[in-house]
T-cell receptor, first 115, second 115 residues
Framework: GENVEQHPSTLSVQEGDSAVIKCTYS??????FPWYKQELGKRPQLIID?????GEKKDQRIAVTLNKTAKHFSLHITETQPEDSAVYFC??????????????FGQGTILTVHP | ETGVTQTPRHLVMGMTNKKSLKCEQH?????MYWYKQSAKKPLELMFV???????ENNSVPSRFSPECPNSSHLFLHLHTLQPEDSALYLC??????????????FGSGTQLSVL
């Protein structure tokens, strides 16, 4: 089955700096890659996703890049703010087709943004 | 009430107890999920229901028994649990199209402690 590795496990930055979180996946057939943000004591929420036919996607201060050849994808947060502090999870799935797609999650990255 | 709601928020039970977790989604989705979130581990998929049919049972012990009476409600029946089952149990829903498990909306979870 799919295996997703996420790094780093913790990341500490100063407000205004950029943050980058990286994930690698094992199944070359995976074609859908979402990122979820989970603030302390709250539910995970989808913040951005990308499909395998796209190399990069941006939404305001966040962006995701995908390298299918190397089987890795990254989350980039620019101009970080204290409210960006949370646990971020990447995930991968083989979506569509005849088999039911399911999300495999990475271990999570605890991001702390210091004012 | 909107989104995905889970009850109870917290549950403490002994190993011989029987209890049930409840999840209700108000988003008109047709797929529902149970995930287990333990400290320092990735989110683990337990069960998936699509159109009220169980499509995934991720090698979960029989002491966990899911029930999906309709597309808006999902239960997780618990009996004779072990201390290692203590975790945050998250329910999620999505609009499943052609086997796509994408854009999950999570509930706030039930924090379960097994004594």
């Amino acid at each position: 089955g799919e295996n997703v590795e996420q790094h780093p496990s913790t990341l500490s930055v100063q407000e205004g700096d950029s943050a980058v979180i990286k994930c690698t996946y094992s199944d070359s057939a995976s074609n859908y890659f979402p990122w979820y943000k989970q603030e302390l004591g709250k539910r995970p929420q989808l913040i951005i996703d990308i499909r395998s036919n796209v190399g990069e996607k941006k939404d305001q201060r966040i962006a995701v890049t995908l390298n299918k050849t190397a089987k890795h994808f990254s989350l980039h947060i620019t101009e970080t703010q204290p409210e960006d502090s949370a646990v971020y999870f990447c995930a991968a799935s083989k979506s569509g087709g005849t088999s039911y797609g399911k999300l495999t999650f990475g271990q999570g990255t605890i991001l702390t943004v210091h004012p | 009430e909107t989104g995905v709601t889970q009850t109870p928020r917290h549950l403490v039970m002994g190993m011989t107890n029987k209890k049930s977790l409840k999840c209700e989604q108000h988003l008109g989705h047709n797929a529902m999920y149970w995930y287990k979130q333990s400290a320092k581990k990735p989110l683990e998929l337990m069960f998936v229901y699509s159109l009220e049919e169980r499509v995934e049972n991720n090698s979960v012990p029989s002491r966990f028994s899911p029930e999906c009476p309709n597309s808006s409600h999902l239960f997780l029946h618990l009996h004779t649990l072990q201390p290692e089952d203590s975790a945050l149990y998250l329910c999620a829903s999505s609009q499943d199209e052609k086997g796509r498990a994408e854009k999950l909306f999570f509930g706030s979870g039930t924090q379960l402690s097994v004594l």
